[in-house]
């Protein structure tokens, strides 16, 4: 069975930094390009990033403003998401998504065809 699981959440201070990963198991890890969204109750899905496993090359949402990373280890089946300087905006749950291809017509986050989705890790930033 394709699986996807998200790690590293947690409750943190503003201010420090979380590494968060995606596991992948059940299907051929290169097969797919993997991005991370968030999503807070009661608001619209936010696409944050999306990394390419064939070169590791990663896009970034706007808002991101250098303050998160995206990386891939082949080898382990896995991706992350480094997220540092965390703000109490932060707070989210976190989800990875296995995705045919990042690039999408319109460049949104919104329209990229998700394959499937992982079961999402909380994140939750105190000030």
């Known amino acids: 069975e394709a699986q996807l699981v998200e790690s590293g959440g947690g409750s943190v201070q503003a201010g420090t930094s979380l590494r968060l990963s995606c596991s992948a198991s059940?299907?051929?890890?290169?097969?797919?390009?993997y991005a991370w969204f968030r999503q807070v109750p009661g608001k619209d899905r936010e696409g944050i990033s999306c990394i390419r496993s064939r070169d590791g090359s990663a896009d970034y949402a706007e808002f991101v403003k250098g303050r998160f990373t995206a990386s891939s280890d082949n080898a382990e089946n896995a991706v992350y998401l480094y997220i540092a300087s965390l703000k109490p905006e932060d707070t989210a749950v976190y989800y990875c998504?296995?995705?045919?291809?990042?690039?999408?017509?319109?460049?949104?986050?919104?329209?990229?065809?998700?394959?499937?989705w992982g079961q999402g890790t909380q994140v939750t930033v105190s000030s």
């Open positions: 059940g299907f051929t890890f290169d097969d797919y390009n």
């Open positions: 998504a296995a995705v045919p291809e990042c690039q999408t017509q319109s460049g949104s986050y919104d329209d990229i065809l998700i394959g499937f």
